[in-house]
């Protein structure tokens, strides 16, 4: 019996982009479950809470069978060992994402020597788009057309417009 691919994709997602959308459509295809963790560390302001990050990553990935959505606290190489995970995966932008990345999988690792990391790189139309910039962009009254999933749209951008 060939052991089920289980891997991980962490993240604040605050808020979830069509960036983050694109690497778990990928992702989701290449194993036979992911699962998407949602960080709730309090060290970080998020616009929107653990529960309101989940309902939006839940919405825009309804198509997906193989996924399941969670919150998580602590260390990623602790928690992949408690979702029995095989590999995590991390979308890659640019040069400098591969330069924080790259590191953090060799800490991850040392942390744990069972943990994989796999690289996903992300599609040139989506490698401007970052929670950050969307946040910044946000706050400022701009349009996140083609930013965020469409099933998320107006409430992230309702949000925005409470904040301003």
Known sequence: MQKQRIWLFSGTFDPFTT?????VNRAAQ??????????S???KNTIFS???????ILLATAHCDNIEVISFQGLIA???DQVAANAIVRGIRNSSDLSYELPMAEI??????????VFLLCRNELNHISSSNV?????LGNNLL???????LEFVQNRFAELR
């Open 108 to 117: 991850n690792h040392r942390l744990n020597n069972k943990l994989e990391t």
């Open 50 to 56: 653990t529960q309101e990050r989940i309902e939006m």
């Open 78 to 80: 602790d928690f992949y």
């Open 135 to 139: 946040r910044e962009l946000g706050k």
């Open 41 to 43: 560390r309090s060290s």
């Open 146 to 152: 083609n930013m965020i999933p469409e099933c998320n």
């Open 30 to 39: 290449l194993c036979d479950k992911l699962i998407i963790s949602v960080h």
């Open 19 to 23: 960036g983050h959308l694109d690497i």
